[in-house]
């Protein structure tokens, strides 16, 4: 690990090349990467242009710098209805302000993309762009002329961005807007030095194999785990209730995977059955008292209503999920959507799949993004939710995207990463 | 697609009909709209074989082309075509609008041209793409109009990108977003069988309507590719008649034979399109339809008189980054603002926003509107309002919404219970900070509707000058001294 951060601080620190690009599958370390290399240059006596994309993102960050290195300087540029968090108010050595020009005396200046757009003057030579591959390929451009030369950092198996408006008129062209900023970068600067983190150390091995293969056919990696550091006990025995749930369960536990298969059924996008299902797992899995045993804890630690996450593809499948929570033991559990959930960890997650229930196969349920997303948030375990019939439904609605002249091929294809999802999941353990 | 829009599409299939999606129509339909049905021949990609075009449902004028594959013919074919369209176009600038207010000059008419559907569309860029760079001079010279009509062509199909605007419309997406049909979304393509589920004819129901509409005889394709069953069998024989025609009689014989089974094809698709026109304008136009089409006549006047003063900007066969960017940032907030102003003119586009918990509507049980908020610097007035609701409502306190009937006052939400939302009250209450305007303010016993979406002017994004694109999208453009040469015409994949 300590040997690629290396060689990425020696490419980025080295006089030539104007980018390096870090590529990290999930959990790999990539914010761990992100804070070591902001110090390192800012030790070194250089100003540092930080960008990320969302605000969240921006105070996780300035939480974890201030915290590694607590005499640095650092400014948090921001807009004016934003609200400082606690976690960067604490920190004595932050200054946040909505003008670039009280950062004179910061080391390391921290912002969103969206805000770095509307900066106008001042340049940095280098700058760290986090997230990278969630950042849309014109903000890329407005902000690319505040830095010499950047590092980029990103998971490419994340989601894509996307745009509200369906416009095909730039597809093929080098620069297509729509396109992720790392994607347009390459295709400009093939020479640039591209990254890779090798080791996942959230997945357990039981997950980082599967979501190597299944997302990143080409470019795999491996668990920093053994299967011996990872084990999940439920403190409590299964009394009474639904044996299905406490079954699912107990697979899942076993090994760090379960599919809770509902009866195959074409439903609206809140199927109030897979909402009901996804409630009763989660106060179960709650009430049964789970402990997880890691590299962290050796001696267990208990997991708790802020250690569980549920996922799902739409918002109103969000909200109807949060709804059956309200009230029970599970009414903190963290519910959200792929988009929002990118980036976070927990031990155990349920997650609703994106195809359940439906009658069709769309591009926006298909995409590889959204299930890896949904399926790699976990340390432990995670249940996957879904009506019977997917299967079927992806043979029937193979991949039918239009197919555009210089366009390249995005992999993993969200039909095939789905289907080996699937067949894992279905598979015997 | 939403919950109402499938609750919708199931009445439809239980009902026979197509139900309604929206209360008013959200799409400007022109005085004087100008319906164009083109028909390509099959094997090229934008070789026209007919058009039917015109501003009067009476009085189609149709234009074939004897041989398609004949350039010369082809574009003898688009000068006619051309001198249609612009005199259809300047027809549209010939009075201004007296109304408009300021210094700025608008005309109180704008071109809208109806196809159709998509594919139409579709072929209006690549006839716009195929003609705007020839010129009356040179090798293969055109009729002077020829570009001038492809510059008109692209020029409306640019505009049909913009979220909202109604200079060139497909009639089935027009017609898609008013009605839900009892059947997919990809039938919905078909014209025929989706004016079969809105307004079937005779005692027929939707379902037994779209069913006829299968047949090609009946209803032909609506265009621009045709039934390959009248290709081989009609299309063909006619074609090569005209080709083998030895002397002028035999020649005229047999373009007057393929113009009628030409016309035969597109008739029953002209009409159809009118049918539809006069659909759409018996439903009432919604709030904002007449500032969206103001919008396009703006477009429309600047484009006009820079075209006429030869200071219009050159259409150039793809964007650069910054052209990319910037066309991005301005269509993504006009269809925000479109997605708004749907919401805030029409209470069943607004009802998905009450489903999903963001908006709700409800009765005002207690108002306090002299409430007065010392707490900052000045004291401002921020009246305070109750609403009892029985909407599923999901709003966080702080969440500001929007009433449509109050535009210029912006709420914030301070409690939400299981039956009431308190709203804190800004904006749009009159000069006073003791005493808000009369009717600014809801009073208790008034139905209210308040909802995230705001049709707010959003300020354009900041972008580098083309001269500044950054190294990571490739630099700035080479300055390319332009010469004339025969390499003009040569694409990327020639």
Known sequence: ?429 | MSILTALARAEAVESGRAQPLTTVRHTHVAERPLVLVPLSLAGEAAAPLAAIVGTDPGEPRLLVVANPRDRTQRFDFVAELARVVLSYVDGCARSVDTGAGGTKLRYAEAPQVIVPNRGGVEFVRLLGRSTRFRRPFGPYPVHRTVPILGQWLTFLRERADHPGSSMLLAMTSVLSEHWATGQSGLEDANLAALLGWIDPPGDLDGAGAAALAEDPLRSPPAGPSTDPTFDNEILAPALAAVARSIDDFARERALAALTAAVADQMRPTWDLTWQAVRLLRTRPAGASVETRWAMDRDVFTMYHMALAEGTALPQPRRDSAVAAAGRLDRLEREQARYDAQRALDDPLVMAEFRLSGEAFTGTVVAASPNRVDTSGKKAALRPHITVQTDDPVRLEPGAHLVSPARLAQQATVVSVSSVDVVLELSKGMGRSTKQPAPGSVPEVGDRVTYGPVTDAYQPPGRFPSRDDTPWTHGGPPPVIEYHASDNDAVEDWS
């Open chain 1, 1 to 429: 690990m300590s040997g690629v951060i290396e060689s990425i601080l020696s490419d980025f620190g080295s006089a030539a090349g104007r980018g390096v690009v870090v590529d990290s599958p999930p959990g790999a370390g990539k914010s761990t990467l992100v804070v070591r290399a902001a110090r390192t240059l800012a030790e070194a006596g250089e100003r540092l242009m930080v960008v990320a994309q969302t605000n969240e993102q921006v105070d996780d960050l300035i939480d974890r710098l201030a915290t590694a290195a607590p005499n640095l300087a650092i400014g948090r540029l921001s807009a004016s209805t934003y609200v400082p968090a606690q976690r960067v108010v604490k920190h004595g050595t932050v200054t946040v302000s909505g003008a670039v020009s009280d950062m004179n005396a910061s080391a390391v200046t921290i912002g969103t993309a969206a805000k770095w757009a509307t900066v106008t003057d001042g340049s940095w030579e280098r700058a760290i762009v986090d997230e990278a591959y969630q950042m849309r390929s014109d903000m890329l451009l407005r902000v690319a002329g505040r830095f010499s030369r950047a590092l980029f950092v990103g998971d490419p198996g994340q989601l894509d961005p996307f745009s509200v408006v369906a416009v095909e008129r730039w597809a093929g062209l080098s620069w297509d807007p729509m396109q992720s900023a790392v994607a347009v970068l390459l295709r400009h600067n093939p020479d640039l030095p591209v990254h890779r983190l090798p080791v996942s150390w959230r997945l357990p091995p039981s997950a980082a194999s599967v979501v190597s293969a299944a997302f990143y056919p080409f470019t795999p990696f491996e668990a920093g785990t053994k299967p011996a550091d990872r084990r999940l006990e439920f403190s409590a025995r299964a009394l009474g209730g639904d044996h299905g749930l406490d079954a699912t369960l107990e697979t899942a536990r076993r090994t760090g995977w379960a599919l809770h298969e509902l009866p195959a059924r074409h439903t609206v996008r809140t199927d109030r059955e897979a909402v009901a299902a996804i409630a009763d797992l989660v106060t179960r899995l709650l009430q049964r008292g789970p402990v997880a045993y890691s590299e962290h804890a050796p001696d267990g630690r208990p997991v708790t209503v802020d250690r569980v996450a549920v996922g799902a593809a739409h918002r109103d499948q969000v909200a109807a999920i949060r709804q059956a929570l309200a009230g029970t033991v599970a009414a903190d559990v963290t519910v959200d959507t792929a988009n929002r959930l990118q980036g976070r960890e927990y031990d155990v997650t349920v997650i609703l799949h994106p195809l359940s229930g439906r009658r069709d196969a769309s591009a926006f349920h298909l995409e590889a993004g959204r299930l890896c997303v949904l399926a790699s948030r976990h340390r432990h375990a995670c249940v996957v939710v879904a009506r019977a019939g997917i299967a079927e439904l992806l043979d029937t609605h193979p991949s039918a995207e239009p197919v555009h002249l210089n366009v390249p091929v995005r992999f993993p294809d969200g039909w095939e990463a789905n289907q080996a999802m699937l067949a894992h999941l279905s598979g015997d353990h």
